[in-house]
């Protein structure tokens, strides 16, 4: 952005500074405060900090609000790298609300325990006679109440310790003593604090019964006693009987035993102090707030137990999504366009050669052919879900940020046990290329972590809301180069699927499987046989396949059922903009709807099919000395292109697509095939354009003029 330009980014970037600058004195202020505990009015100026932290809170809320909404159409001039601009400033701003809510739950102050120490401290300073009878039986039942509690919870410490001591005086039989008074206190006050642990208790909701050795089977409403708690959702615990072992976390709720006599408010006080954390129950519940306020639907499903806990949303789906619109910043819309050099008065990626009459090759640094053939064991979601697809999503990635455009390829599964995913390795005219199991790869990128990325997607409908979205079942990473900076050469890979998402790492897709872990070679050699695997191999591309390759843009990912069709695009993108324009340096709108539509429309696999396969159909009939034309074969792939995928996709009936919804899917193939059935018995696409069963969008000029100008070949 120039210097002295202004525009929503500029704006929101200037107000991200103030807010930190702002949220950083207040934090210092707070720090100093809570450290000295002599300053006068203590308990006012905390409150009133805890006030000012909630106030700049919301405040960084809105910005952050309106720093999501930002959409790089409304700026004035060109930004460069957008995109990476406002995720930075969404995430100083998290951090600012982070440090915000940490420093508020500090300083929140506890309502319940102010209150009931006011009246203690009024007790005692002698102000019987203005507190009323009421006021005094209140705080004695109050410090009745706990007294009872201190009791039994000192009851249930002697039971304790008395079994501590009859276990050391096993252990230690023959060595003496000092005393009974060494014997009563149990050693050192460490020892005390780890074998003496408060007893935390959680109910059942639903009977389950364990499938390992391993595992505490129970019925509805049993109370079991927690022992410990792991991080993959196992907890161990003990039940009524004694018998211990791992039960589902989600199972359990914690148990209250006042339930029954207590009121709701109270009851809800007292779920906070029974809780297992060292920190206050306020804490606590704010925690929970901020949980319930970032829920996403794959959260929901974690917590029913429908999903292992290696799923997470779809990364690379909701990269594709900017806010609730589709972007196509990572679309081959994107990475087909020209690209202006840095002066803007010639391309960067587009050459032509006059002495070939043709456009100039780019090699590139790797440029590989990749063949998907299996994905196995790969965890099935629970019930209540409708699986719609399952599909591997792909794209260039160093560990941080996407470098190229997002492709898919959908999976079939076939086994009794829906846990092996097959690709279609033949292309046939029947083919959809979205199942087709090959596609190429081009990458002049020098950095060594540099990859591919896989991602497996699985879309789903739930049953109970029919609400449609996506998750990950885990990802997979591929460096194209190796240690020694070479690119990989001809190579089958069987790598392990992680869990999470592509920024975490050290996360397991379905934890159950290595969470039994055993010194048994056999067993660990079966665990992990279990463990999801995605199978593919990396072949280098024929000599026919490179002279293609070389005429695509040098960073693109895409499928190799349209390489013809992509690498025909740049040559005819060619011959406008170099060799058939008179000035080159004519910024003038261009008449051309095939490059104007043309990116579009390979975003749509069936449009693409039917463009295929009507060429398919076009290069068998054509004569030998025909093929052999470059220049007539270009043209004639431009006419297949605007009688078939110009028309479709300007037609007001055909739904949007959405890979896994059958509905659309379905829809759109009906009127595909039959506009292709009409043009084949009519030998002529006029029949169907001109008919008044077809309907079209209105008219808009940008269809048909090219700009070299456009959103997408400025440099940025």
């Known amino acids: 952005m120039p210097k002295g330009s202004s525009g929503p980014l500029k704006d929101a970037q200037d107000a991200v500074i103030v807010i930190k600058k702002k949220a950083e004195e207040l934090l210092s202020e707070c720090t100093c405060i809570l450290e000295d505990s002599t300053i006068d009015s203590r308990p006012s100026k905390l409150k009133d900090l805890y006030q000012r932290c909630v106030d700049t809170g919301k405040e960084t809320e809105e910005l952050l609000q309106t720093v999501e909404k930002l959409n790089k159409k409304n700026e004035s001039t060109k930004v460069k790298d957008f995109a990476g601009k406002k995720i930075n400033e969404i995430k100083s701003l998290q951090e600012v609300m982070d440090k915000l809510e940490i420093m508020g739950d500090k300083l929140e102050p506890d309502e319940v325990e102010d209150e009931y120490y006011k009246k203690v401290n009024n007790n005692e300073l002698g102000t019987d006679d203005e507190a009323t009878e009421e006021g005094e039986e209140s705080v004695e039942d109050e410090e009745d109440f706990y007294k009872d509690d201190d009791e039994e919870y000192e009851d249930e410490e002697d039971v304790e310790e008395e079994e501590e001591e009859t276990e050391e005086e096993t252990e230690d039989e023959g060595v003496e003593t000092d005393g009974n008074e060494e014997n009563d206190e149990g050693g050192s006050g460490e020892n005390d604090d780890e074998k003496t642990p408060k007893i935390i208790q959680y109910q059942a909701l639903s009977a389950f019964d364990g499938e390992q050795e391993d595992d505490l089977s129970f019925a509805e409403g049993d109370i079991l006693t927690l022992i410990g708690i792991r991080e993959d959702g196992w907890w161990e615990c003990e039940d009524k009987d004694g018998k211990s072992g791992l039960v589902p976390s989600t199972y359990l709720q914690q148990y209250n035993k006042y339930k029954d006599i207590q009121t709701p408010e109270t009851e809800e006080d007292d779920d906070d102090d029974e809780m297992t954390s060292p920190r206050s129950g306020k804490v606590l519940w704010s925690s929970i707030k901020k949980a319930v306020k970032e829920t996403s639907a794959t959260d929901v499903l974690h917590a029913m137990g429908a999903l292992p806990s290696g799923f997470r949303a779809s990364t690379l789906s909701k990269i594709l999504q900017e806010g609730d619109d589709y972007t196509e910043d990572y679309t081959m819309v994107n990475f087909l366009s020209p690209k202006l050099s ?375």
């Not at 455009?405 to 029947?430: G, H, P, V, Y």
């Not at 067993?523 to 026919?544: D, G, H, I, W, Y």
């Not at 009519?682 to 070299?708: G, H, Q, R």
């Open 342 to 716: 840095t002066s803007n008065l010639s391309y960067k990626d587009l050459f032509f050669n006059p002495t070939s009459n043709k456009i100039r090759s780019r090699p590139v640094r790797v440029q590989r052919v990749i063949t998907l053939q299996a994905c196995r064991q790969i965890p099935t979601p629970g019930t209540g879900l409708t699986i719609l697809s399952r599909h591997i999503r792909m794209c260039l990635f160093d560990g941080k940020k996407v470098l190229s455009n997002i492709i898919a390829l959908r999976a079939q599964c076939t086994d009794k046990e829906q846990r092996t995913w097959t690709f279609q390795s033949k292309l046939t005219d029947a083919l959809s290329s979205l199942d087709f199991s090959d596609f190429f790869i081009r990458c002049s990128g020098s950095e060594a972590n540099v990859g591919i990325l896989f991602e497996l997607c699985i879309s789903y409908k739930r049953q109970k809301t029919d609400e449609e979205s996506e998750f990950s079942c885990g990802w997979v990473h591929l460096p194209v180069f190796n240690e020694d900076g070479t690119p990989i050469a001809n190579k089958s890979f069987d790598l392990m699927v992680n869990g999470g998402t592509p920024y975490e790492k050290g996360v397991e897709v379905d934890p159950t499987i290595s969470r039994r872990a055993t010194s048994n070679p056999l067993k660990s050699l079966m665990s992990k046989n279990k463990q999801p695997r995605l199978v593919f191999k990396v072949a280098v591309p024929t000599k026919e396949q490179k002279d293609l390759l070389d005429t695509l843009p040098e960073v693109l990912i895409g499928n190799m059922a349209n390489l013809t069709h992509l690498s025909f695009y740049r040559q005819i993108l060619a011959d406008v903009l170099l060799r058939d324009k008179i000035e080159l340096n004519s910024t003038e709108l261009i008449h051309s709807p095939f490059l104007t539509s043309f990116p579009a429309v390979t975003e749509q696999p069936d449009l693409m099919d039917a463009v295929r396969v009507t060429w398919n159909e076009k290069v068998r009939i054509s004569k030998k000395a025909d093929k052999r034309d470059n220049e007539y074969m270009k043209d004639q792939f431009r006419q297949v292109f605007l009688e078939t995928a110009y028309p479709l996709d300007h037609s007001s009936s055909l739904p949007p697509f959405k890979i896994g919804n059958d509905e659309s899917v379905q829809k759109r193939q009906t009127e595909i095939t039959a506009f292709l059935q009409t043009n084949k018995e009519k030998n002529t696409v006029l029949v169907s354009l001109l008919s008044s069963e077809c309907s079209y969008e209105p008219f808009d000029m940008s269809e048909l003029a090219f700009d070299v100008q456009g959103q997408y070949c400025l440099t940025k």
